[in-house]
């Protein structure tokens, strides 16, 4: 069985491979790395946004940019290393997040993070688990936009490189950053629901 | 398993409550492919054509947008060119020389938005000709005949440009109604009473000029377009719609008021800039006033400076700093 290094380098030697495929004008490997990759970064934009049918096109506007990366612009070097999948995140959370400022715009709602209010659900216990995903939710806009992406990503069990290169951050030291970022999310959590129940 | 480890799995947990549900699965790969793989191929709008279709070479966009039309008339009628100075006695005319920025709060654009939402207009817009229609050249010489310009600028530290690119100019005529503009500017929480009621029936003429637009392939672009003319009347009390314009983007009456004298409205075009989206800072360009813009989303920046009757809008990735430099190589 592979370590979580082991298996993220041969993940991004496959990446870089179909990288520069895609430089030299490969559509087939853009196809591979879309196939690759899209049910990870909906995975993450969906958990930011909350609704389906926005976290779709979220998902396709990233690809659209990779591909303006890849191909129209050449902004892959082929001397260089890249993790396709830290980059893909990091360019997934950007748009959920510049996302979630536009709905703000629109409703003016002060809430970051605030699902987006589709369909009503009656029954009670649907009720409850949508009440507790808002205190998370809600829990989570009080956070930085860095704690916020490293905690998803992990929910996500992405590996710690991943989280340290998504996040701009050095790999020794996730594990410390994602402590300050639970307490953060338990403080914040508990001032939530001290607030909903006062 | 330490405290930390447990603290944090009992966060995990509770941050499952956001995956996807059973209603929540997206469609499938192929499919979002295919949708990805049909935008891609759609025709290219070049960026020029976007400038100019979200002000008003649509004319779907161009009856949803009031307010950015409201807001562009009143900049570019503030602004204008002299080339047609000694034309009318009975006109007013404006020149950029200068530009001021002035920042929008999230809570005001969601204002502004919904005014746009809503379709208020500020009076009736007849289009003489419409303009954005771009095309492709082969030259920097055919851009400029094209263009009816003397000769194409070009920034001297990057090389040819990979694509050029002349979009057609169009002119436009504003019969304002005083109750159309009112209800707008109580709507963005500005004094309606500002305009005096000979506004109403107001013509404004604006006269767009070809542009040209030369884009590098690592994103970079560069427009340059002789500034827009704007005529009206020279009774027109700018000094009082500048301040209701400013109070409209979102500045207290005091400082609206203040400000409006201060402004030098016969020379200075406003740019409102979304707080949220940008930052920006006046810049100096080969002796030019000017501004710089950097996005706050992404890499992004943009200059933006007006030379010998010419505006100018370069925008690439980088710093802001590199594109000031390019910027200054432009000749």
């Known amino acids: ?198 | 398993m330490t405290q930390d480890d447990r603290e944090l799995q009992e966060v995990m947990n509770q941050l499952s409550l956001l995956e996807p549900g059973p209603g929540d699965v997206p469609k499938p790969a192929s499919r979002a492919l295919a949708e990805v793989q049909r935008q891609i191929h759609a025709p290219r709008s070049t960026p020029l054509h976007t400038f100019w279709r979200s002000f008003f070479a649509n004319s779907n966009r161009r009856m949803a947008t009031a307010v950015a039309l409201l807001t562009l008339v009143f900049a570019f009628a503030l602004s204008f060119p002299s080339v047609r100075a000694a034309a009318s006695d009975f006109l007013g005319l404006f020149r950029v020389q200068k530009f001021a920025a002035i920042a929008i709060s999230p809570q005001q654009l969601a204002v502004l938005s919904r005014i746009a939402e809503e379709g208020l207009m500020p009076g009736e817009i007849e289009v003489l000709s419409e303009p954005g229609a771009t095309h492709s050249v082969a030259s920097l010489q055919d851009a400029a005949q094209a263009a009816a310009m003397d000769r194409v600028r070009t920034p001297s530290l990057l090389g040819d440009a990979d694509t050029v690119f002349v979009m057609d100019g169009g002119q436009a005529r504003l019969t304002l109604d005083l109750e159309g503009v009112r209800e707008i500017l109580t709507m963005a929480g500005a004094d309606p009473s500002l305009l005096p009621d000979s506004l109403d029936g107001t013509q404004v003429d604006v006269v767009v000029y070809a542009g040209i637009e030369l884009d590098w392939d690592d994103g970079t672009w560069l427009v340059q377009m002789p500034s827009p003319l704007v005529t009206y009347p020279e009774d027109l009390n700018y000094v009082m719609l500048g301040e209701a314009l400013l109070q409209a983007l979102g500045m207290s009456p005091d400082e609206a008021a203040r400000l409006a004298q201060q402004v030098d409205w016969t020379s200075t075009l406003l740019l409102p800039i979304p707080q949220s989206t940008a930052n920006f800072n006046e810049v100096n360009i080969n002796g030019s006033s000017g501004l710089a813009l950097s996005s706050l989303d992404d890499d992004y920046g943009a200059v933006i400076w007006q030379q010998d009757g010419i505006l100018y809008l370069l925008s690439g990735q980088g710093s802001v700093n590199e594109l000031i430099r390019l910027a200054n190589s432009v000749r």
Not at chain 1, 68 to 82: D, G, M, Y
Request: charge should be negative.
């Open chain 1, 1 to 198: 069985m592979m370590n979580d290094s082991e298996e993220d380098s041969v993940t991004t030697i496959t990446d870089n491979l179909l990288l520069e495929r895609m430089s030299q004008g490969d559509v087939a490997s853009f196809e591979t790395l879309f196939h690759q990759h899209y049910d990870r970064v909906y995975g993450l934009l969906f958990r930011l946004v909350g609704n389906r049918v926005e976290a779709e096109d979220l998902t396709q506007e990233v690809f659209l940019k990779l591909h303006q990366h890849a191909f129209a612009k050449n902004r892959f070097s082929l001397q260089r290393e890249h993790n396709l999948s830290a980059w893909l995140f990091r360019v997934a959370t950007n748009m959920g997040y510049n996302a979630i400022r536009g709905r703000k715009r629109r409703w003016q709602r002060n809430m970051v993070l605030v699902p987006d209010p589709q369909g009503s659900p009656n029954a009670e216990r649907e009720v409850e688990r949508r009440e507790q995903e808002t205190a998370v939710r809600n829990a989570l806009s009080r956070l930085p936009e860095r704690q916020v992406q490293l905690l998803l990503m992990r929910q996500m069990e992405f590996s710690y490189a991943e989280c340290a290169e998504a996040c701009g951050v050095a790999a020794g030291s996730v594990g410390t950053l994602l402590a300050r970022a639970s307490k953060a999310f338990r403080d914040a959590y508990e001032e939530e629901t001290g607030e909903r129940e006062r």
